[in-house]
């Protein structure tokens, strides 16, 4: 019977803090932010570096080539449309039965 208790105060619990109708951020806005976020950090943090040899200089060089902004991958997976690999069979002819 405590079992029965404890799931319906933590369900009420849930519903109270997460009530139907409530506006959600838009998590592909909320990531875009953070990753731009982290990556201004990453660069402020490579440039605040002393160089004095050949090998920092080209660390430096090969990060910041890494943090520059990649292109967009175009439409997610489900979103194109799906090509069978193999051809369908030419329908069958009416005198064939």
């Given at each position: 019977?405590?079992?029965?208790?404890?799931?319906?105060?933590?369900?009420?619990?849930?519903?109270?803090?997460?009530?139907?109708?409530?506006?959600?951020?838009?998590?592909?806005?909320?990531?875009?932010?953070?990753?731009?976020?982290?990556?201004?950090?990453?660069?402020?943090?490579?440039?605040?570096?002393?160089?004095?040899?050949?090998?920092?200089?080209?660390?430096?060089?090969?990060?910041?080539?890494?943090?520059?902004?990649?292109?967009?991958?175009?439409?997610?997976?489900?979103?194109?449309?799906?090509i069978s690999p193999v051809p369908f069979?030419?329908?069958?002819?009416?005198?064939?039965?």
């Open positions: 019977m405590f079992v029965v208790v404890r799931s319906v105060f933590w369900l009420t619990v849930a519903y109270m803090v997460i009530k139907p109708g409530v506006d959600l951020p838009d998590a592909s806005a909320l990531s875009a932010q953070a990753l731009a976020a982290g990556t201004k950090v990453v660069a402020e943090q490579v440039v605040n570096i002393e160089c004095d040899s050949f090998q920092c200089v080209g660390g430096k060089a090969v990060i910041a080539a890494a943090l520059q902004a990649s292109p967009s991958a175009g439409f997610p997976m489900h979103e194109t449309p799906a069979p030419r329908p069958r002819p009416d005198w064939a039965g």
